[in-house]
C-alpha cells in the first residue's frame, strides 16, 4: 500500500515536470520573437539608473530619435536584403548620392515637391541597379555587386558635387527631418513637441511589417531567404522578387538622405560614410540571420534602438568614442553567439 | 492496361547540354493516366536532370513536351503547375523557416483584398492545409510548426501534400522513399497507389527495386543520358531492370 502511495506520488511529480518543460518549450518561441525587446527594455532601465535627471528626458529621447531616423531607413533596407541572404553594402553611397543630387536640385531653384521626391527616384535607381546587376549579370554574391556600387555611387556623388557641401534648404524639403510636431495643444511645454522623423519612422516601419509579413511578396523574400530552390521550384520569380527588395532598399536610402538633408541642411561628401556597416550591425543585434529568412521588422527596429542608445548614453556619460565602438562590436559578436544558440535549439540536424 | 488510357505527359527527343557536357540525348518519355512510371539508372543518368526539364525548371536544348496531346514550352515550374504537373523533388523544396502550411501553398497563396491592397489570408491557408493533411492522412502537431522542427518522414509528407494540393494530373517523385525510416516508407507507397487510382500520372524516380515492383506499372531506364531500356513491368524481372542500371542488356 505504501509504495503505491509512493508510486502515485511520483508520477504525480512526472506529470508536473512534463508541464512544466512544456511550458518552457512553449515560452521559446515568445522569447525568439521579443528577446530583443527584453534586452532594449533593460538597456534603457540602465541608463535611466545611470543617468536618472537626463536620459529620459523629453528632450534626450527627442534627441535619440532624431539621431536614429536616417540611419533606421537604412537598417530596415539592408534589413529585407538579408533576410533574402543577400546583403547591401551601398546604401550609405546611396544615400549620399541621393542627397547630393537632391542638394543640386535644390540649388537649381527646383519648386519643394521635386526636390522632395528626387532623392526617392534616385534612391530607387541606385537600389534597382544594385537588383539588375545582381541578377542580370549573375554577380556571385550581392557583395561584390553592392561593394562595387559602394565606390561607383560615392564616386559619382562627389562627381555631379564637386566634392564639396551644398548647404541651405528650404523648409518644406527639411519638414521630414527637421520638423516638430506643436504638442501644446496637449497641455504640454514648447520645448515637448514630437519629431517629425519620427513619426516617419513609425510610419515606414508600419508599412514595411505589413508588406513583409501579410503579403505574398513579403512572405516570398522569406521563403527565398529559408531556400531559394524551393522557392524557384514554387514557381516563384526569385530575380523579380530580389529586384524588388534592392529596388526598395535603395528607396528606403532615398528616404535617409532626405532626412538628413533636413537635420543636416546640407549635401555634404562624407555623408552616410561606413553607415551600411551601422545599418548590418542593427539587424544582426535585431535578430536577422545571415543564412538568410529570419528575423522581424520589430527586431531590426529594437537593434536601431539598441545602437543608438547605446551612443547616446555613452555620450551623456561621457565615455570616448573609442570604447562606443569596442562595446558596439562586443554587442554585435554576443548577439549573434545567442542566435546560434538558439539555432541549435530550435531546429532539429 | 496503360496503352488503352488516355496519355497525360510525353516527352520527345529531349536532349540538355550544360555547356560542354551532355546530360540528355534525345530521350523520350511518356506517362498515361492513373499510371504509374519508374524511371532507373545509375547517378548521372541524367533523371534528376530530364525531371527538372518536365518541371520546367530546366529548359531542354533540344525536343518538345506534350501534355495531353498539345505542345507546350515551359518557362518556369509555374508554367507546369498550371498545366497540373507537379514535382516532389529529392531534396524536398522546402523552405524550413516557414510553417506547414504556408510551405503547402507557397507560391499559391490565398490572398484576401481590402480595397486594391492584397493581403494573404492565414486563416484559409490554415484551414485548407488541416483538410489537406486530414485527406491524406498525414499527422501533425498543427499547421504553423515550422517545417525544420519535423522529421524526414513528415517533411516528406508535407512535400507530398504540397504537391497534390491543386488537383494536379502528373506527380514527378525524386527517390520519395530515399531519406524515410521504413514504416514511413510503406505510408509513401500506398499515398502513391492512392493517387493512382484517381486518376493521376506518376512518375518515380527510385533506386530502390522495392518501390519500384510495388507501384510502378512500366519501367524504363536510362543510361549515360540515353533510353536504355523500357519494359512493362509484369514483363521484366528485378535482376534484368538492375542490369539495365547498369548498362547491360
Not at chain 1, 43 to 72: A, E, G, Y
Not at chain 1, 125 to 153: A, D, K, Q, S, V
Not at chain 1, 190 to 217: D, E, M
Not at chain 2, 165 to 172: E, G, P, R, S
Request: proline share 3%.
Amino acid at each position: 500500500m505504501k509504495s503505491l502511495v509512493g508510486l502515485w506520488e511520483k508520477n504525480k511529480m512526472d506529470d508536473k515536470e512534463k508541464k512544466q518543460d512544456s511550458l518552457y518549450v512553449k515560452l521559446i518561441p515568445y522569447f525568439e520573437k521579443y528577446g530583443i525587446l527584453l534586452l532594449l527594455v533593460i538597456m534603457i532601465l540602465v541608463m535611466h539608473i545611470l543617468q536618472p535627471d537626463v536620459f529620459l528626458s523629453w528632450r534626450n529621447v527627442t534627441n535619440v530619435f532624431k539621431q536614429i531616423s536616417w540611419q533606421s531607413m537604412l537598417a530596415l533596407g539592408v534589413f529585407m536584403v538579408i533576410v533574402t541572404a543577400g546583403i547591401d553594402l551601398s546604401v550609405g553611397s546611396i544615400m549620399m548620392l541621393s542627397l547630393m543630387i537632391l542638394a543640386i536640385v535644390a540649388k537649381a531653384g527646383a519648386p519643394w515637391f521635386i526636390v522632395v521626391l528626387v532623392p526617392l527616384f534616385a534612391g530607387f535607381l541606385c537600389g534597382l541597379i544594385n537588383g539588375l546587376g545582381i541578377t542580370l549579370l549573375r554577380m556571385p554574391h550581392p557583395f561584390i555587386m553592392t561593394l562595387g556600387t559602394l565606390y561607383i555611387f560615392r564616386g559619382t556623388g562627389n562627381l555631379i558635387s564637386g566634392g564639396t557641401p551644398i548647404s541651405g534648404f528650404t523648409d518644406e524639403v527639411r519638414y521630414l527631418g527637421h520638423g516638430r510636431i506643436d504638442l501644446t495643444w496637449l497641455g504640454l511645454e514648447k520645448s515637448q513637441y514630437l519629431p517629425v522623423s519620427l513619426v516617419l519612422i513609425a510610419f515606414v516601419y508600419f508599412v514595411f511589417w505589413v508588406f513583409l509579413n501579410h503579403s505574398r511578396t513579403g512572405k516570398w523574400i522569406y521563403a527565398i531567404g529559408g531556400n531559394p530552390s524551393a522557392a524557384r521550384a514554387s514557381g516563384i520569380n526569385v530575380n523579380k522578387i530580389l529586384i524588388i527588395v534592392y529596388s526598395l532598399c535603395g528607396f528606403l536610402s532615398g528616404i535617409g538622405a532626405l532626412i538628413l538633408a533636413g537635420r543636416t541642411d546640407s549635401g555634404y561628401p562624407n555623408a552616410g560614410l561606413q553607415s551600411e556597416l551601422d545599418a548590418i550591425a542593427a539587424c544582426i543585434i535585431g535578430g536577422a540571420s545571415f543564412f538568410g529568412g529570419r528575423g522581424t521588422v520589430l527586431g531590426v527596429f529594437a537593434g536601431v534602438m539598441i545602437m543608438g542608445i547605446l551612443r547616446n548614453g555613452l555620450n551623456l556619460m561621457d565615455v570616448s568614442s573609442f570604447w562606443q565602438q569596442v562595446l558596439i562590436g562586443s554587442i554585435i559578436v554576443l548577439a549573434v553567439y545567442v542566435d546560434v544558440l538558439r539555432r541549435d535549439f530550435g531546429t532539429r540536424k | 492496361m496503360t496503352s488503352t488510357n488516355k496519355l497525360l505527359l510525353e516527352a520527345k527527343g529531349i536532349t540538355k547540354y550544360f555547356g560542354t557536357i551532355t546530360a540528355l540525348e534525345n530521350v523520350n518519355l511518356k506517362v498515361h493516366e492513373g499510371e504509374c512510371l519508374g524511371v532507373v539508372g545509375d547517378n548521372g543518368a541524367g533523371k534528376s536532370t530530364l525531371m527538372k526539364v518536365l518541371s520546367g525548371l530546366y529548359k531542354p536544348s533540344a525536343g518538345a513536351l506534350f501534355f495531353e496531346g498539345k505542345e507546350h514550352v515551359l518557362d518556369s515550374p509555374k508554367d507546369s503547375q498550371n498545366l497540373g504537373l507537379e514535382m516532389v523533388y529529392q531534396d524536398l523544396a522546402l523552405a524550413g523557416n516557414l510553417p506547414i502550411g504556408e510551405n503547402i501553398f507557397l507560391g499559391r497563396e490565398p490572398t484576401k483584398n481590402i480595397g486594391f491592397l492584397k493581403f494573404l489570408d492565414f486563416k484559409k491557408i490554415q484551414e485548407m492545409t488541416s483538410a489537406h493533411l486530414e485527406k491524406l492522412k498525414i499527422n501533425v502537431k498543427s499547421a504553423d510548426q515550422k517545417v525544420e522542427e519535423l522529421s524526414g518522414g513528415q517533411r516528406q509528407a508535407v512535400a507530398i501534400a504540397r504537391s497534390t494540393a491543386f488537383n494536379a494530373k502528373v506527380v514527378i517523385m525524386d527517390e520519395p522513399t530515399a531519406a524515410l525510416a521504413i514504416k514511413e516508407v510503406g505510408k509513401v507507397l500506398d499515398l502513391i497507389n492512392k493517387l493512382k487510382s484517381t486518376g493521376v500520372g506518376v512518375i518515380v524516380i527510385s533506386h530502390r527495386m522495392d518501390d519500384i515492383f510495388t507501384v510502378c506499372d512500366r519501367v524504363m531506364a536510362l543510361f549515360q543520358g540515353t533510353n536504355f531500356a523500357e519494359s512493362q513491368l509484369d514483363k521484366t524481372s528485378r535482376d534484368e531492370v538492375i542490369g539495365w542500371i547498369m548498362g547491360k542488356k
